[in-house]
Antibody, heavy 119, light 107 residues
Framework: EVQLVQSGGGLVQPGGSLRLSCAAS????????MTWVRQAPGKGLEWVANINEDGSGKNYVESVTGRFTISRDNANNSLVLQMNSLRVEDTAIYYC????????????WGQGILVTVSS | DIQMTQSPSSLSASVGDRVIITCRAS??????LNWYQQKSGKAPKILIYTASNLQSGVPSRFSGSGSGTDFTLTISSLQPEDFGTYYC?????????FGQGTRLEIK
């Protein structure tokens, strides 16, 4: 069974940092693109970033470029989103997701984790 | 960025009704369009990928069609468990983008 288990969320002040993790199991992690999607409270879904199978290709939505870094450790089946210089508008539930050819769609999702940026 | 516009934003329908949700892209995206269902407090669930392919395990009452800029998600006979919010999602170009969502309520 495919599982994506997320950790690392919480409350942080504006300008602070947070590291989200996504532990994968039940599939060959290194064969799949991985993606982060977020959802602000009461709002719709927003694609944040993705990373290719070997970690050599990374893409970001403009609003997080230069502040967030996506990375992966294929030996340990884990995905990370390092979030720096956090803003109030980064407050959201963050989901890791995977599946689908070339990362084009997301079959499996983590449980979601809340990040709150507030003073 | 490609803008995805769904209509309607919300709807209320009865069990057994045929429901159609539309999604329009601001530029042609071929068939790189996916549909998700999300229930409150849960992660989204994939229903349809690449416009018309039914994800394994999803009931056959769900279907998708379209190409280019105009797409539809059809529920042929609405069931009580189909309530939730539906999102279209384009994977044609980066950044990937989602529609604003369609909230479906069961009468």
């Amino acid at each position: 069974e495919v599982q994506l288990v997320q950790s690392g969320g919480g409350l942080v002040q504006p300008g602070g940092s947070l590291r989200l993790s996504c532990a994968a199991s039940g599939f060959i992690f290194g064969n799949y693109w991985m993606t982060w999607v977020r959802q602000a409270p009461g709002k719709g879904l927003e694609w944040v970033a993705n990373i290719n199978e070997d970690g050599s290709g990374k893409n970001y939505v403009e609003s997080v470029t230069g502040r967030f870094t996506i990375s992966r450790d294929n030996a340990n089946n884990s995905l990370v989103l390092q979030m720096n210089s956090l803003r109030v508008e980064d407050t959201a539930i963050y989901y890791c997701a995977t599946g689908g050819s070339g990362g084009g769609w997301h079959v499996h999702w983590g449980q979601g984790i809340l990040v709150t940026v507030s003073s | 960025d490609i803008q995805m516009t769904q209509s309607p934003s919300s709807l209320s329908a009865s069990v057994g009704d045929r429901v159609i949700i539309t999604c329009r892209a601001s530029q042609s995206i071929g068939k790189s369009l996916n549909w998700y269902q999300q229930k409150s407090g849960k992660a989204p669930k994939i229903l349809i990928y690449t416009a018309s392919n039914l994800q394994s395990g999803v009931p056959s009452r769900f279907s998708g069609s379209g190409s280019g800029t105009d797409f539809t998600l059809t529920i042929s006979s609405l069931q009580p468990e189909d309530f939730g919010t539906y999102y279209c999602h384009q994977s044609y170009s980066l950044p990937m983008t989602f529609g604003q969502g369609t909230r479906l309520e069961i009468k």
